[in-house]
């Protein structure tokens, strides 16, 4: 009997064996089985990783080139500023030119009107002294006319005085 019940407590110890030894295989299987999904996580995540530094290196890359482009385009701004100042600067000199272009005109469009204006006068004076000139050659005449009576009435009172005698 002892021996029976040896047997049973060792029936009953290898079930509890067998059943720890399953659950353990079981745990075993499990803890494979997630070994085995972190190992491929893992793998997926150092590829990943490896795509992603292969990407920061680009995007360096083109960050770097972006801060070249940009240095650059602001020396190009910067020049580009220089030229437009410089523009200004002759458009507004050009302005003051145009403006003293257009007194200088008005100056001589006012010189003009005077020249015209004493032109003008100076017309009109002719031509009063024109017609002064022509009534004084006209009382010249009547005068010289006049001289010539007097003198042939002159002349012909001393041929009478000198015949008379």
Do not use: P
């Amino acid at each position: 009997m002892e021996l029976d019940l040896c047997r049973e407590q060792l029936e009953d110890y290898e079930e509890e064996r067998n059943d720890e030894d399953r659950s353990l295989q079981s745990q075993l299987d499990t803890l494979e089985n997630l070994h085995h999904a972190l190992k491929v996580e893992f793998q997926q995540i150092v590829e990943d990783k490896s795509k992603l530094e292969v990407e920061l290196a680009e995007a360096k890359n083109e960050r770097d080139t972006c801060k070249n482009d940009l240095g650059s385009r602001h020396d190009q701004f910067l020049k580009l500023k220089e030229a437009v100042e410089k523009y200004r600067l002759e458009a507004a000199e050009a302005l003051q030119r145009c403006e003293r272009s257009e007194e200088k005109l008005q100056e001589c469009t006012r010189e003009q009107d005077d020249v015209w204006r004493r032109c003008n006068i100076a017309e009109a004076q002719a031509t009063e002294t024109a017609h002064e000139l022509a009534q004084e050659r006209v009382r010249a005449k009547k005068i010289d006319s006049a001289l010539e009576e007097h003198k042939s009435l002159v002349n012909d009172m001393y041929a009478m005085l000198t015949k008379a005698t």
